[in-house]
Nanobody, 115 residues
Framework: QVQLVEYGGGLVQAGGSLRLSCVAS????????MAWYRQAPGLQRELVAS???????YYSESVKGRFTISRDIDKNTVYLQMTSLNVEDTAAYYC?????????YGRGTQVTVFS
């Protein structure tokens, strides 16, 4: 089981930026992929971005061009750089890791965007 801890959430004005970090308990190269999900109140959890062990990335249409997922292998950390934030980005953001057999989520970090 992978332990994941997210950092970096907070309150930001629309148009601003935030960077989320997710620290994994072990080597992230051993994972099939990692991802960021988000869940707004009353809505289902949705995939925001993902990165494979080979470095391939995926973005949902709603964040493409504004968010960037990246990683630091030496620090076992995955990042989500968020720019041009809008109120619709307000949600709890969860880090996710899949090792080829099971997936695990972190506890999440809240991002609130105000206009």
């Amino acid at each position: 089981q992978v332990q994941l801890v997210e950092y970096g959430g907070g309150l930001v004005q629309a148009g601003g930026s935030l960077r989320l970090s997710c620290v994994a308990s072990g080597s992230i190269l051993s994972l099939d992929h990692m991802a960021w999900y988000r869940q707004a109140p009353g809505l289902q959890r949705e995939l925001v971005a993902s990165i494979t062990s080979g470095g391939s990335t995926y973005y949902s249409e709603s964040v493409k061009g504004r968010f960037t997922i990246s990683r630091d292998i030496d620090k076992n950390t995955v990042y989500l750089q968020m720019t041009s934030l809008n109120v619709e980005d307000t949600a709890a953001y969860y880090c996710y890791a899949y090792d080829g057999y099971r997936g695990d989520y972190g506890r999440g970090t809240q991002v609130t965007v105000f206009s």
